[in-house]
T-cell receptor, first 113, second 110 residues
Framework: NAGVTQTPKFRVLKTGQSMTLLCAQDMNHEYMYWYRQDPGMGLRLIHYSVGEGTTAKGEVPDGYNVSRLKKQNFLLGLESAAPSQTSVYFC????????????FGQGTRLTVV | TQLLEQSPQFLSIQEGENLTVYCNSSSVFSSLQWYRQEPGEGPVLLVTVVTGGEVKKLKRLTFQFGDARKDSSLHITAAQPGDTGLYLCAGAYNNNDMRFGAGTRLTVKP
């Protein structure tokens, strides 16, 4: 039972480089989310999707783009990485918002130097 | 300012002690969830509360949803080292997305 799978698990980028983080879920969930987690800040929502072909901005969307071309995949892109984007990124999915049980991937630790 | 305020931010106690952590907001939530996160892992759901005043028990953990559905608490009885972790509350915001508090980092010493 894979659940939510994130790739890669670790990455080091140079300032200005671009990359895409991939999230895949096999639970047929409608909702998918990208969060970043920084010390003392908890999980902050970057972008989310309420279904295939839809995306929306969360709390901290600047510097990121997302796409949800297939229901099972949610991609997070960094076009020009900055040191402020050094963080641990988590993808999650849920069937609905209420009661809203979210399943998380294991995270991607990104360092921008 | 976080939509969901959690307190305390850090808590260090001895094995066998009881503790309560809080999750507060000025907004009304249709439901709140509590998650536990261990180092290097993603958060894992502990419980969801939906009805104002609801109390749910999960072994030594007791969760309560406030009558006005703006706050919640998590009480742990006779804490054990295995309870160590980051406890996060979360709720649906504007019926669109899911927001998290900053968490309470609990350490239970043997």
């Amino acid at each position: 039972n894979a659940g939510v799978t994130q790739t890669p698990k670790f990455r080091v980028l140079k300032t200005g480089q671009s990359m895409t983080l991939l999230c895949a879920q096999d639970m047929n969930h409608e909702y998918m989310y990208w969060y970043r987690q920084d010390p003392g800040m908890g999980l902050r929502l970057i972008h989310y999707s309420v279904g295939e072909g839809t995306t929306a901005k969360g709390e901290v969307p600047d510097g990121y783009n997302v796409s949800r071309l297939k229901k099972q995949n949610f991609l997070l892109g960094l076009e020009s990485a900055a040191p402020s984007q050094t963080s641990v990124y988590f993808c999650a999915s849920s069937r609905n918002l209420t009661p809203g049980q979210a399943f998380f991937g294991q995270g991607t630790r990104l360092t921008v130097v | 300012t976080q939509l969901l305020e959690q307190s305390p931010q850090f808590l260090s106690i001895q094995e066998g002690e009881n503790l309560t952590v809080y999750c507060n907001s000025s907004s009304v939530f249709s439901s709140l969830q509590w998650y536990r996160q261990e180092p290097g892992e993603g958060p894992v759901l502990l419980v969801t509360v939906v009805t104002g005043g609801e109390v749910k028990k999960l072994k030594r953990l007791t969760f309560q949803f406030g009558d006005a559905r703006k706050d919640s608490s998590l009480h742990i009885t006779a804490a054990q080292p295995g309870d160590t972790g980051l406890y996060l509350c979360a709720g649906a915001y504007n019926n669109n997305d899911m927001r998290f508090g900053a968490g309470t980092r609990l350490t239970v010493k043997p």
